[in-house]
């Protein structure tokens, strides 16, 4: 074994009498970890208290010494292990369980639970991992719902199932309320004034009435076809979203299919297509940005529009436009489609022409006078 070579100031400082018990603690095989936590626990720890090194502060210093081979991670690991089990000979179970359990299962009546499970069905430790990774996926899962809708953490919003207490079943163009739920959670505050102008079945309003994180959210719903009575008649793109300059929080954008035509229509023009998409966008995306407060947000989405005869990025289109209006871009979330999605292009599409299957949500705060000078 390579002796172990110390830093300057470990040699000639408190640690240099620890020598000997560190050197001795460097012959452990490194799958002896029961003695080795037990090595720890009884003589390096209590040595280095002794000098006023503290547990952690021993584990950290030796694992960085030039020739010692054990990692910090594995030296903690085989203290806690140790700690947790000093009697693990007179267990029930092989000793790895037990090193399993106090490396991954922090509560002690948690891992009793664990213990008893394994002796009574005669558990494998494959079977033990197994059951303390699913256990750990649902607590997981809780947390997340424990919001009251399924939260993501990354910018990757993909729900195969719509949440059915969100916008009416047979709706088309329904938005999985997953989606506005997320959206409402990473962009708006309490008390908060929402405004959904293309509200189709009524998700957003739901999802603000049944999960009691939004209720102090307040929402207004307009639809050129309203759905239900919560919802006001209004065409937006004729008449304006009927709200007061700088007087809403936020607004939810989700405009219709047919705002991306794919060049699949009788006498269609790319270049008239392109515009007429650009047009609408540029109509909506305006009056959004009109009806905000400073500090205010817009969320809108999006999608290429790609055909035999028309690739618009209307991602990117957008934020050009965003730009242009004075407003800053604040979030980009990918929206993949269903997997079971049921859009159906086959019998015109060209083989050589990559369909869209990811929409995008993107986000944009209207900047106070204060941030804007800055
Ligand atoms: C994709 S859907 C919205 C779906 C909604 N997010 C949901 O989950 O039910 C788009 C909606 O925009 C509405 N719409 C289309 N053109 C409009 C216009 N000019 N003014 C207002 N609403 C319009 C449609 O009637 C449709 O309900």
């Known amino acids: 074994m390579s002796k172990i070579q110390r830093p300057h100031d470990i040699v000639s400082g408190p640690m240099s009498s620890l020598e000997p018990l560190i050197e001795r603690l460097n012959t452990f095989s490194a799958d002896n970890y029961w003695d080795l936590g037990k090595f720890l626990a009884e003589k ?55 090193y399993e359990l106090a490396t ?48 993501k953490e990354k910018n990757i919003w993909s729900f195969d199932t719509s949440d059915p207490r969100f916008g009416k079943p047979a709706a088309k163009g329904r938005l999985p309320g997953q989606i506005v739920a997320n959206a409402l959670f990473y962009y708006t505050q309490p008390g908060w004034t929402i405004v959904d102008p293309m509200a189709g079945s009524g998700t957003t309003g739901d999802v603000i009435e049944s999960v009691s994180c939004f209720e102090d959210r307040k929402c207004r719903m307009y639809d050129i076809e309203p759905s239900d009575d919560r919802i006001k008649r209004s065409n937006i793109l004729q008449t304006g979203i009927p709200e007061e300059t700088g007087s809403v929080d936020y607004v939810f954008l989700d ?86 999605s049921t859009r159906q292009f086959s019998s015109t599409h060209d083989a050589k022409s990559l369909l869209s299957e990811c929409r995008e949500l993107l986000t944009f705060e209207k900047r106070t006078p204060q941030a804007a000078q800055n």
Not at 74 to 80: G, W
């Open 44 to 98: 390096v720890i209590p040595a280095a208290l002794e000098k006023g090194i503290f547990a952690e502060q021993i584990l950290k210093r030796m694992a960085e010494m030039p020739g010692f081979k054990f990692p910090f991670s594995l030296l903690k690991q085989c203290q806690r292990y140790y700690s947790y089990y000093p009697d693990v000979e007179t267990r029930p179970l092989p000793e790895l369980f037990y």
């Open 104 to 151: 991954k299962v922090e509560d002690s009546k948690k891992r009793d639970h664990y213990e008893k499970m394994a002796v009574a069905n005669k558990w494998t430790i494959s079977d033990l991992q197994k059951r303390i990774r699913e256990d750990e996926q649902a607590r997981r899962e809780d947390e997340k719902t424990s919001y009251g809708f399924d939260r």
């Open 255 to 340: 405009p219709p299919h047919d705002f991306y035509p794919r060049g699949l229509e009788p006498g269609y023009s790319a270049a008239a297509a392109q515009s007429d998409t650009m047009r609408k966008l540029k109509a909506i995306l305006r009056e959004s940005v009109r009806i905000i407060k400073p500090g205010g947000r817009v969320s809108i989405i999006v999608e290429v529009t790609s055909g035999p005869s028309v690739f618009i990025d209307s991602p990117f289109e957008v934020t050009l436009l965003a730009r242009e209006l004075g407003v800053v871009q604040i979030g980009k979330v990918y929206l993949p489609r269903r997997s079971d």
